[in-house]
């Protein structure tokens, strides 16, 4: 059996290490049932810390096939990539093709595999934020609606699916392949310090050696990438005031910071405010494993970024979400989770991480958030679906 496996940009590499690692531990045990993996990255995201420094992180080997689309508009990156990928489809003839996630390697990569007639399998399928006006929505809802197997990481992405029409046997309940990832480091991560990992990763050098030692639950860890918070100014200026003035005045802010909004901070004539806030540390985008260590002993988190919502959910972190939706409602705390959604409203933050820095119950981790998805994804492959 041939399969092919898609990465795009950031949010997949950590979905699909444990996918990899799954494959190579069948084959060895199962030589009669091998499953062929071949691996393309369509290179939507190619700078050392937004995509090498994963593969390198997370043991996931070079890919067999770069695409190297880089940066563009949605159909330029898009396009190219379809472009690109049948021409792989064409040379492999592969059985199935899989992709992860919601990003434009996501629906690129599973349109081609149909108009060709390969099978697609969609791992994290069923999530919905109801927001049209987010690219990542027009993905999941193409790709959930073309895809042979939709592998979801919660009961609520199974009845999305439902009430979509989408019949029962396309549909399997896996668990969240992501949250694989975190179980196989954290144990490894625990060790690494904290003040090194932010000293080691200052933007602004001269800082580094200002860097304070970092105690447990002591700090707030901040990302923003979105469009919706980054693109204007309106937006964007009250968030870093109140980063600022209300947290940094409180206690460190840790702020790995997307390649986008470091551009939108300069172009908005924001960058020396940031820079000269005394316990604002704006940081590179960090590796897998350096995040997973600072979201561990966060006091708090701030952040877009549905990956990190799940995240906190499973290691306790109260996280306030800069959205007004999300696609993944299991991690809010009216489910049991972690994560509380504030939008870009100064108000609403402010009381809400009042809310948060004065303690509440535990979040619950969710059903079959439990490590073992990838195994049991390859086992559906190995069993039911071999040919
Ligand atoms: C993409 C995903 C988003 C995900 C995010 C995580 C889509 C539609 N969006 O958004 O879901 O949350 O990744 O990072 O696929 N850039 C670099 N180096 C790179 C790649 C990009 O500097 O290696 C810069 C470029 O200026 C580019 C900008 O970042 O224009 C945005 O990159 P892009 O891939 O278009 O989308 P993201 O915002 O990263």
Request: proline share 5%; charged share 25%.
């Amino acid at each position: 059996m041939k399969i092919i496996s898609v990465v795009g940009a950031r949010p997949n590499f950590m979905k699909i290490a444990p996918l990899v690692a799954a494959i190579q531990q069948h084959n060895k045990a199962n030589p009669k049932r091998h499953i062929e993996h071949i691996l393309v990255h369509t290179g939507q995201h190619y700078d050392i810390p937004l995509s090498e420094s994963f593969f390198k992180e997370l043991n996931i080997p070079d890919p067999d096939f770069n695409l190297e689309v880089g940066s563009g508009t949605h159909a330029e990156q898009v396009g190219k990539t379809m472009m690109a990928f049948e021409k792989v489809l064409h040379y492999i003839k592969p059985d199935w093709v899989v992709v992860v996630g919601d990003v434009n390697a996501t629906m690129a990569c599973s349109v081609t595999a149909k108009k060709e007639n390969v099978k697609c399998c969609h791992i994290e399928a069923g999530l919905r934020s109801g927001d049209m006006s987010m690219p990542e929505e027009i993905n999941r809802l193409v790709t959930d609606r073309i895809s042979d197997l939709l592998l979801t990481p919660d009961r609520i992405s199974v009845e999305n699916l439902r009430k979509e029409g989408v019949p029962d046997e396309k549909i399997r309940f896996v668990g969240n392949i992501m949250i694989d990832t975190l179980e196989a480091n954290r144990e490894k991560v625990a060790g690494f310090n904290l003040r090194d990992i932010v000293a080691g990763n200052c933007i602004i050098r001269n800082r580094a050696s200002a860097v304070p030692d970092l105690l447990p639950d002591s700090y707030a860890v901040v990302t923003l990438h979105r469009h919706s918070n980054v693109d204007s100014k309106e937006v964007l200026e009250p968030l870093l005031n109140f980063l600022a003035d209300e947290v940094a005045a409180v206690m460190p802010v840790l702020f790995p910071i997307h390649p986008r909004t470091v551009k939108q901070l300069k172009t908005f004539g924001l960058w020396a405010r940031a820079e000269n806030t005394a316990s604002l540390w704006m940081l590179q985008p960090l590796g897998y494993l350096d995040m997973l260590r600072l979201n561990m002993d966060a006091k708090i988190m701030l952040t877009d970024s549905g990956g990190l919502q799940e995240e906190c959910c499973i290691l306790g972190t109260p996280c306030l979400t800069l959205r007004w939706n999300t696609e993944r409602p299991v991690t809010l705390r009216e489910h049991g989770g972690a994560s509380v959604l504030v939008g870009n409203n100064v108000e609403r933050i402010r009381t809400e991480f009042r809310n948060a820095l004065a303690g509440g119950a535990a979040p619950k981790r969710p059903e079959l958030w439990d490590g073992h998805t990838a195994e049991r994804i390859v086992a559906l492959f190995a069993n039911e679906y071999y040919e």
